[in-house]
């Protein structure tokens, strides 16, 4: 399969590797600096994925579309542009999947949050809580990941009406989600369950970026060929 990077940061030379290592192709790897010239190189590629920073991922999955390129996107920040990138890859037959987290262990945290939730709704003795920590250098705060878990417990929890950072919940059907951001941190996601007798904790802790990009290969090599607009969802089954 031959694969466009959209982004060539951190994750990008580890997306790389691990598509090298798989037999893969990398066409080009591009970037908000890139030539024009070097962006004509994209329509050559099965497949891209694209993980670059909220301000340039619309644009760049705005360039997959016009080159007839199914794109992978694992930038989050930018999903206030989600619906009218939905409806153009619906309208004109192109490929999109989208995740705030490629982890397959991330995405099985969210199906069981989800489930534990549901049960969470018959006991309000519990009152609920999301940490997240990553490293300092990550744009979006809360994390796309943080914010995928909260939307999971607000589909469930009736009490519950809407996810805040920490400095701004003023009402307990707020959810509430402490932001951390420290050094070399990939990625620490905890949701609480606590009561007057004990806490529950749901926790997944990634060792490193690899869980992520080796998801956004998976996650390629399944969008090659599709048409229309999915999520992790969709790729593992649940």
């Known amino acids: 399969m031959k694969i466009a990077i959209l982004g060539y940061g951190k994750m990008g030379v580890m997306i790389e590797q691990i598509a090298l290592i798989k037999g893969h192709e990398i066409v080009c790897k591009l970037g908000s600096l890139s030539a024009e010239s070097e962006w004509s190189k994209l329509a050559k590629a099965d497949v891209a994925i694209e993980f670059s920073n909220p301000i340039s991922a619309f644009n760049n999955i705005s360039k997959c579309?016009?080159?007839?390129v199914p794109v992978v996107v694992g930038t989050t920040g930018w999903y206030d542009q989600y619906e009218a990138v939905k409806l153009r890859c619906i309208n004109e037959n192109q490929a999109i999947i989208t995740a705030t987290n490629f982890s397959i262990g991330v995405n099985l945290f969210f199906h069981v949050n989800k489930i534990i939730a549901r049960v969470m709704e018959n006991l309000p003795e519990y009152d609920v809580k999301i940490e997240?920590?990553?490293?300092?250098?990550?744009?979006?705060?809360?994390s796309g990941t943080a914010i995928t878990i909260a939307e999971g417990v607000l589909s469930e929890m009736t009490r519950k009406k809407e996810w805040k950072l920490a400095a701004d919940v003023t009402s307990e059907a707020d959810l509430l989600i402490n932001s951390i951001r420290t050094d070399e941190v990939?990625?620490?996601h905890t949701i609480t369950y606590s009561s007057k007798i004990d806490d529950i904790e749901l926790k997944h802790t990634a060792h490193s970026r690899t869980g992520f990009a080796t998801g956004a290969v998976l996650a390629a090599e399944w969008l090659q060929n599709k048409r229309g607009a999915f999520t992790m969802n969709d790729f593992i089954g649940f």
Do not use: R, V
């Not at 579309?65 to 007839?68: L, P, Q, T």
């Not at 997240?132 to 744009?139: A, F, G, Q, S």
């Open 65 to 68: 579309f016009d080159a007839n």
């Open 132 to 142: 997240e920590i990553h490293h300092t250098h990550k744009l979006d705060s809360p």
């Open 186 to 188: 990939p990625g620490t």
